[in-house]
């Protein structure tokens, strides 16, 4: 289907919901390796849920979900996040009272090795050098846009294989956005995988290399991310704009 | 005895009082924090850690004697009998119902803690059992008070687990987890962390400190019974409310703030000691009323 690498992450006919609630209807995605993948469509329509089943907060009723090869559908949440499939939730979800090294030093908690914990931080001070001037500060006390960083700087401690990234752009002013936008390009050129749900389509798919478009919880529509920026029906039918 | 003398002795009481009612609330704290339990059971760990402890100085005090290795030892292997009890109580009685309505585990709980009073009374038959302690008379004099060993060593333990906790809590990555927990337990488990392992190793440390409390009061006091556990529960749990639930420097502060306030309390003229709980209790309503947050609890604000 796509331009470049193996499939890392495969998602064949999930279905997952909350309570008698179906959310989603039976989900094929797959992600590829090196590739900014963009899952759009309106609130309510499943992104959430969909990067939730995926990393194994909301458990799949029907369907598999792949990673790396491996088949982790049904695992705990703790176990998938181990072997490399990092989710930066909506919301950010800093851990108040404890301190921007603090937050970090837990992103890095599958590593043991405390050397390599202590290179990672660094090169998370390098990319959001404000997290090292505030590092000692509580990580919920910063503004928006830092806890946008600091929760993308957490997730990077991990050292992933995947990122899911959930709104990253959420709440934040304009300037925030591109500059937050320009960090997801500069993981993805650096050879971090991304699956990327965003309410800024336009912005997403010109970032993205494939995009699904996701409506009451099904896929609508995907395509190169180029062709569905293309297409002025889409983006106003799915996209609202 | 000169005012200056009754105000030391006050504080040496006030001290060892504050470290059992500390210890116990660090407990109470660290598990209202995981999973926002009021652990209603948590005096009755206390009692059985009493209990453990006696059984273990008992068999061992023909060859350590009743001195303080005895009940060091004692203490050490109760902590780790009624730490793995802590645990088997949360993975049978609290962890099934950890999606349940609150109300149903706080029912839980009461339900644990009569189970645990009962099994101990009926194998007790409701005595007070003699803790085979024998420590000396030893001690120094200030003025006209005198200190004994005894008291100096059981704030020093006290103090050393406390310190223990404070660095494990605040300095080690699993202490960080343990923190993190209680604050948001889905982001804890897309870092990786075992949330229902780190509640376990809650409930483990908790029941353990309970347990060194308990064995360390019998041996200070000279007994145990099945009830001594009823009313430091809810001491300890004043205490973690007055420095605020949830909060570990909050609960060490709060245990030692109720040991001095009903050490000095009861020096008041034509106050006697029957008073003490009531300023306890008097104290939590107060704070309950002024600060409900407590001392050093923070109030629950998101920034979104």
Avoid at chain 1, 103 to 116: P, Y
Avoid at chain 1, 158 to 167: C, M, T
Avoid at chain 1, 206 to 226: F, W
Avoid at chain 2, 187 to 201: D, E, F, K, P
Wanted: hydrophobic letters at 50%; aromatic letters at 8%; glycine letters at 14%.
């Amino acid at each position: 289907m796509s331009t470049s690498g193996n499939a890392v992450l495969k998602l064949k006919g999930i279905e997952a919901g909350y309570g008698r609630i179906q959310a989603l209807m039976g989900i094929d995605l797959e992600v590829h390796e090196g590739q900014i993948v963009t899952l759009l469509g309106a609130n309510g329509a499943g992104k959430s849920t969909t990067l939730k089943t995926i990393s194994g907060l909301v458990r799949a009723r029907a369907g598999s979900v792949e990673f790396m090869g491996e088949d982790i559908t049904g695992k705990n949440a703790h176990q998938i996040a181990r072997s490399g499939l990092v989710h930066v939730p909506e919301g950010r979800h800093i851990l108040r009272g404890l301190s921007v090294k603090e937050n970090l030093e837990l992103g890095a908690f599958t590593v043991s090795d405390a050397k390599l914990r202590q290179t990672r931080m660094q090169e998370v001070f390098d990319l959001f050098p404000i997290l090292g001037k505030r590092q000692h500060q509580d990580g919920s006390l910063l503004s928006g846009g830092e806890q946008q960083m600091l929760a993308m700087g957490r997730a990077l401690m991990h050292g992933p294989k995947l990122l899911l990234l959930d709104e990253p752009s959420m709440g934040l002013a304009p300037k925030l956005v591109l500059e937050t936008m320009r960090i997801v390009k500069r993981l993805n050129e650096a050879g971090t995988t991304i699956l990327l749900v965003e309410q800024n389509a336009r912005l997403a798919l010109r970032l993205a290399h494939y995009g699904y478009v996701l409506e009451s919880g099904a896929i609508r529509m995907k395509d190169e991310a180029a062709r569905l920026q293309a297409d002025k029906s889409i983006v106003q039918a799915y996209l609202g704009e | 005895m000169t005012a200056f003398d009754v105000v030391m002795q006050q504080i040496v009481n006030g001290l060892v009082l504050g470290s059992f009612y500390a210890l116990v609330a660090l407990g109470y704290t660290m598990i209202f924090g995981v999973i926002k339990l009021l652990n209603f059971a948590h005096g009755d760990l206390y009692m059985v850690g009493g209990f453990v402890g006696f059984l273990v100085l008992s068999a061992i005090s023909g060859i350590t004697g009743g001195g303080w290795t005895g009940v060091a030892i004692s203490m050490f292997l109760s902590m780790i009998a009624v730490g793995c009890l802590g645990v088997v109580i949360e993975r049978v009685a609290y962890h099934p119902m950890l999606r349940a309505p609150r109300l149903s585990i706080l029912i839980t709980a009461l339900a644990v803690s009569l189970v645990l009073q009962n099994t101990v009374l009926s194998i007790t038959h409701g005595q007070y059992t003699a803790f085979g302690a024998d420590f000396g008379f030893g001690g120094v004099n200030l003025g006209n008070v005198f200190i004994t060993y005894n008291q100096m060593i059981l704030v020093g333990i006290a103090a050393f687990l406390m310190i223990g906790l404070e660095v494990f809590v605040s300095r080690t990555q699993y202490g960080r987890a343990m923190r993190a927990v209680a604050i948001d337990k889905d982001m804890c488990q897309l870092m990786g962390i075992n949330v229902s392992g780190v509640i376990a190793v809650t409930f483990l440390i908790g029941s353990a400190l309970a347990a060194a409390a308990g064995t360390l009061a019998g041996a200070y006091y000279g007994s145990v019974w099945y009830f001594m556990g009823f009313l430091i529960g809810l001491k300890a749990f004043t205490a973690a409310v007055i420095g605020g639930i949830g909060s570990i420097p909050g609960a060490m502060l709060g245990g030692l703030i109720l040991g001095f306030l009903e050490a000095f309390g009861t020096q008041l003229p034509g106050i006697g000691s029957e008073w003490k709980d009531v300023f306890s209790f008097a104290v939590l309503i107060l704070v309950l009323v002024f600060k409900p947050t407590g001392l050093l609890g923070k109030s629950e604000q998101e920034r979104m």
